[in-house]
């Protein structure tokens, strides 16, 4: 197994609201990321996987807890100690039209990370910058041109080079395909597992459609209320699924096979995801969970392998599910014993 | 004869840059009762054309007809086509906040649209059947919440408002315009639920348009793929999936993630521009089967000698085993 | 119309290598537009005029500031009207009003530029470090901002004048000092839109300060309502002087200046109309050219237009 290239130990980011209430995006995570896999993140809305990546990129301040990469504590570093470690964790956004400043040439936006650390400037510059374009399938002699003058697909693809300049070794990918078409998504995905096996990449990969986690990750980790509720390896996440919340996420996904969708269990979950500002109490996912009994109102799981599960498979559940255990008839049952 | 009949419809907008021909030559039929997807892309002009049926786009030059319950909706007056809105024909659009208005409550909306449609109808009784529909929709407490204004729901919620203002006047057609998209995935399979179980009910046919092969997979009967503004393909649901034809369907279906490990096989290339738009097929430039019959536009022509499998393409159509996941 | 347009594939397409800036494409659209076409000449001719001043009293003969008592004057003291000699009548002490037109540009212009640019350097650097430093640094500048716009301009401008005596100079501060506050306020509120845009976080992942931030990133997305703004602030400056200069704060006399010549046209509206109308007309078809044009560069460069 291969070192722990970020380590995130308990770590917890609150956002104050206007009214007294604080929204807890992250409310006590801890996870590591090896050299060279991909972990995925994936979650619902307010499920805290964009406010994590964040602190793990340390574009936030944690609330609580602490973010080791390569051993040193990064939550205590200022932002002039920080710089030079931004070159080894870099960030892909989302949305390609939001993220690449619409008045400035493209060729200054990837050469940005080269001006900033004062690594390389002028012709030399270019040249680089040109090198990163062709890199990622991107025309060279276009670097004088602005972003709208690009797809949204290129506009993914320059995010990327800019993300590469400096040859980070871990690069958080937040949701980068999630705004394109789907003929453009394969291309992208097809692009970043490319640059991971030329450059030797560590990629957290963060995003809601769980069919494309599951392509590129090697372990996912399913996150709910600011919380993970199972962590495992892929191949484990799919056939051995032990949390409620992510076999419902499973059967919510609609899968382009029109045999499977007749035939596989729905799980329709009730009511909404809850508010982060109050979120229920005990396991946060009791209030919609098919098996909810009392203690799960009570008290919280804590993540840690369940059943006969390898130390790699994770789960926050008491009840966990059993292969094969059908959970559409399963109905809560929170009344004293 | 099919409950709305779209013929031969070619919408196109003048701009600074050009003409942009946005939908070129779109026939389709919707049947009473029956689920149709309308598949596409960004720029495959799938929502122009409904928003173009049923007169929501300004600006635009139209022609070929809509023949909805006899009456050709591309030539109806305004007046006309404001009665059908509504009453015969619903609508429910991607983002919920911006088609339903922030300052009213939700009961007041959908009560206004019941009375402007149903002139004899009491202020009352139109509550009433409000607070029926979103009960109907899966609201909970549906008579407490029916005074909360839209920003009080949550998207999940006000999308299903939507759609109970939709089938407040029990429309036979109910368009959606990618319902979805916008919603996390287990709600995303809650508002699916519902509108499954009130096409059940009430026969509702349903013109869903989205860009999700899983989500036509659902809930569709027949499918149409666009691109470029032109149908590529059409056939029936399990047709599209097990028996395509068309290489942009077969590209489509094979660039989505299956198993873990495999590489994807992407669709090379991007979208063309729908202002300069080359001749012949319009996926030409990306197809990898294209030859020299390519640069000249291919007729819809039955695939199998099926009349309801059609495919734009010069490919042989005998019927493949599909390129399915 | 909802449908994206996507861009066609480019990897094929010559040699388009220059990209078409959103400046290119609002020069392009100024360029089309008549009547700020039709500004911009008269406002080049106005500067020609300021320009070549010399040459107007040259032609003449008369310098701009040469009593002409005998032959500009009437027997009775009175100016006289357009003839022969003086082509716009004299004023009051006998003075060409043409050439004192010309001269009256140079002074109208040179303030009207440098007060404006003054003005907008301080507003757009106060205004990006309000808008993106925030915390104290914003309050405080933005209550100085709200007292600076609170004001009575023309009172303290007054009071200023009383003390330190009517010079250029004078007049170029007091206007600056206090025209910077509404371009500030405007800078500032566009940066606190544009300070949660993706790139700025984008930008601070990479490792980038704030400075760079606020100039490399932030400021050419400001920078187009700030040329908007200032091409509308010039005839206001250019106004403000004039109307300084009319209630006597301006330069000191003789200089030729168009608000001087209103003030000193007072008494001789029913006598002598050129007095006033030729200053005033000056004035007046200044400020309209900058006010036409300034138009048509916001119209140039209205986001509507462009396709991002």
């Known amino acids: 197994m291969n070192e722990v290239l970020l380590k995130v130990d308990d770590v917890r980011k609150e956002f104050p609201t206007s009214s007294k209430e604080v929204v807890q995006a992250v409310a006590g995570v801890s996870l590591e990321v090896r050299k060279g896999e991909t972990l995925g993140l994936v979650g619902e809305t307010g499920c805290g996987k964009s406010s994590l990546a964040r602190c793990m990129a340390h574009l936030y301040d944690v609330t609580s807890g602490s973010v080791w990469f390569e051993g040193r504590d990064i939550t205590k570093l200022s932002r002039k100690a920080m710089r030079p470690l931004r070159r080894d964790v870099q960030v892909i956004f989302q949305d390609p039209y939001g993220s690449l400043n619409p008045r400035r040439r493209v060729g200054s936006i990837i050469g940005d990370p080269f001006s900033i650390h004062n690594i390389a400037s002028g012709n030399e510059r270019k040249k680089k910058v040109q090198e990163l374009m062709e890199l990622v399938g991107l025309n060279p002699e276009h670097y004088n041109r602005f972003p709208a003058e690009f797809s949204g697909g290129q506009r993914q693809r320059i995010g990327v080079a800019r993300a590469l300049a400096l040859r980070p070794k871990l690069v958080i990918c937040d949701e980068p395909v999630s705004a394109l078409d789907v003929s453009i998504q394969a291309q992208i995905i097809n692009l970043l597992s490319d640059l991971q096996q030329e450059f030797d990449l560590t990629y957290v990969f963060i995003s809601h459609d769980l069919s494309v986690v599951r392509h590129v990750s090697d372990r996912i980790a399913v996150m709910y209320l600011g919380k993970i509720v199972e962590l495992a390896p892929t191949g484990e996440l799919f056939g051995q699924t032990r949390h409620p919340y992510t076999r419902a996420l499973l059967s919510a996904l609609p899968v382009a096979d029109p045999d499977t969708a007749d035939s596989r269990e729905q799980i329709i979950l009730g009511g909404d995801i809850p508010s982060a500002t109050n979120p229920p109490a005990g396991c946060r996912f009791h209030t919609r969970c098919p098996k909810a009994r009392l203690d799960c109102a009570a008290e919280e799981p804590v993540l840690e392998p369940v059943l006969d599960d390898r130390p790699e498979h994770r789960t926050a559940c008491f009840y966990p599910l059993t292969v094969g255990e059908d959970l559409s008839t399963a109905v809560p049952d929170l009344r004293a014993s | ?325 | 119309m909802t449908a994206a347009i996507e861009m066609v594939d480019v990897i094929d397409e010559p040699q388009v290598i220059e990209g078409r800036s959103p400046f290119a494409l609002a020069l392009r659209r100024l360029r089309k537009d008549k009547v700020a076409m039709i500004s911009l000449a008269v406002i080049v001719l106005i500067v020609l005029m300021a320009i070549f001043a010399p040459v107007f009293a040259a032609v003449t003969g008369h310098p701009p500031n040469e009593q002409y008592r005998d032959i500009g004057l009437t027997p009775d003291g009175l100016p006289r009207g357009p003839n022969g000699t003086f082509w716009l009548g004299t004023d009051d002490l006998g003075r060409d009003i043409l050439v004192r037109i010309a001269y009256g540009a140079r002074i109208s212009l040179l303030v009207g530029v440098i007060a404006t640019v003054i003005t907008v350097v301080i507003g757009v650097v106060l205004g990006l470090a309000a808008g993106f430093l925030g915390g104290i640094t914003d309050t405080l500048l933005a209550r100085l901002i709200d007292v600076v716009l609170s004001v009575p301009f023309l009172l303290v401008a007054i009071a200023l004048v009383s003390v330190t005596g009517p010079s250029l100079t004078v007049t170029v501060l007091v206007i600056g000092c206090f025209s910077w506050a509404s371009v500030a306020r405007i800078v500032r509120g566009q940066v606190l839109s544009l300070r949660e845009r993706e790139f700025v976080e984008a930008a601070r992942s990479l490792g980038a300060g704030d400075s760079r931030i606020m100039f490399v990133d932030i400021l050419p997305n400001v920078i187009a309502p700030v040329i908007v703004y200032t091409t509308l602030l010039i005839p206001v400056v250019i106004v403000t002087q004039a109307t300084l200069s009319f209630l006597g704060l301006g330069l000191p006399p003789p200089t030729a200046d168009w608000g001087g010549m209103i003030s000193e046209s007072q008494n001789y509206y029913t006598t002598a109309w050129w007095f006033i109308l030729f200053p005033g007309l000056a004035l007046l078809i200044t400020t309209l050219a900058f006010n036409l044009f300034g138009d048509g560069v916001r119209d140039a460069f209205d986001p509507r237009a462009d396709r991002t």
Not at chain 2, 41 to 53: L, M, N, P, R
Not at chain 2, 142 to 171: C, K, N, T
Not at chain 2, 230 to 253: C, S
């Open chain 2, 1 to 325: 004869m099919a409950l709305l009949e779209v013929r031969d419809l070619r919408v196109s907008f003048d701009t600074p840059d050009g003409t942009v021909r946005a939908v070129r030559g779109l026939s389709f039929d919707v049947e009473a009762g029956q689920t149709l997807a309308v598949v596409g892309e960004s720029g495959s002009g799938k929502s122009v054309a409904t928003q173009t049926i049923t007169g929501l786009t300004r600006g635009a030059t139209v022609s070929g007809t809509a023949y909805f319950d006899g009456t050709d909706l591309i030539t109806a007056d305004q007046a006309t086509l404001r009665r059908l809105r509504g009453a015969r024909i619903g609508m429910i659009f991607q983002d919920p906040l911006s088609s339903l208005h922030p300052q009213y409550r939700i009961g007041w909306q959908i009560v206004e649209m019941i009375r402007a449609h149903d002139l004899e109808i009491s202020k009352q009784a139109a509550r009433k059947r409000a607070a029926e529909l979103l009960t109907l929709v899966g609201i909970p407490r549906a008579a407490e919440r029916i005074d909360d204004y839209p920003h009080q729901f949550s998207g999940g919620m006000r999308q299903r408002v939507m759609i109970a203002m939709a089938m407040a006047l029990d429309p036979a057609l109910l368009i959606a315009d990618e319902p979805t998209t916008a919603l996390d995935v287990t709600v995303q399979a809650q508002v699916l639920n519902v509108m499954r179980r009130l096409q059940e009910q009430f026969g509702t046919a349903i013109i869903l348009i989205t860009h999700d092969l899983g989500v036509v997979a659902e809930m569709a009967d027949d499918v149409v793929v666009m691109y470029a503004g032109a149908v590529m393909e059409r056939a029936p649901r399990r047709d599209i999936f097990y028996r395509n034809h068309h290489p942009y369907t077969q590209g489509l279906l094979a660039s989505l993630p299956a198993r873990s490990g495999d590489r994807l096989t992407p669709i090379a290339g991007a979208p063309p521009s729908l202002i300069s738009l080359p001749k012949g097929c319009p996926f030409a430039a990306r197809c990898p089967h294209v030859f020299d019959k390519c640069s000249e536009p291919p007729p819809l022509t039955d695939v199998g000698g099926d009349p309801r499998h059609q495919s734009a393409c010069w490919l042989p159509h005998n019927v493949n085993e599909a390129v399915a996941s």
